[in-house]
């Protein structure tokens, strides 16, 4: 092989390596392609399971509220309240009184406590008739009143 690259002219030289170049170039760049077409189709797939993920669980969350909405159930609502607020709440505590619902709860602070209050309110659908924020040596005391119907 060496004695046949060796008896070539200047030019075949530069033409064989010229080629041997090109052909290198040409799968290189048709790698390259091919590992963009992927990453591509790749990440069309993944975005189609985001919003696919999306969709279900706002339809999910959609659901969930509208059955807890329709429920007056103490320990469903409680249940409900302990799975979706993320914020840190401590004595947690629902009860019937009369003619409303009663919700209660602990924060560190009162920012807090009106900032879980309006979730609660947005998450439950429902009018509050009455709210109180106190406060204790440990944080902040809120009660939470919905009419009952």
């Known amino acids: 092989m060496n004695n046949f690259f060796g008896n070539l002219n200047t030019r075949e030289k530069n033409l064989i390596l010229a080629a041997s170049f090109l052909i290198a170039t040409v799968i ?9 077409q992927s990453l591509s189709f790749s990440s069309k797939r993944l975005e189609k399971a985001k919003t696919d993920y999306e969709y279900v669980a706002t339809k999910a969350e959609q659901l969930s509220n509208a059955l807890i909405n329709q429920s007056n159930d103490p320990t469903e609502i409680k249940s ?9 709440i401590k004595n947690l505590k629902i009860a019937k009184i009369e003619n409303y619902l009663k919700i209660s709860f602990e924060t560190i ?11 609660i309110a947005s998450m439950l659908n429902k009018d509050f008739s009455k709210v109180t924020y106190s406060k204790n040596e440990k944080g902040s005391v809120t009660e939470l009143f919905i009419i009952n119907p």
């Open 28 to 36: 290189v760049f048709l790698t390259i392609n091919n590992t963009m």
């Open 80 to 88: 409900f309240l302990d799975n979706t607020i993320d914020l840190e």
């Open 109 to 119: 602070n009162l920012k807090e406590s009106i900032s879980i209050a309006d979730e």
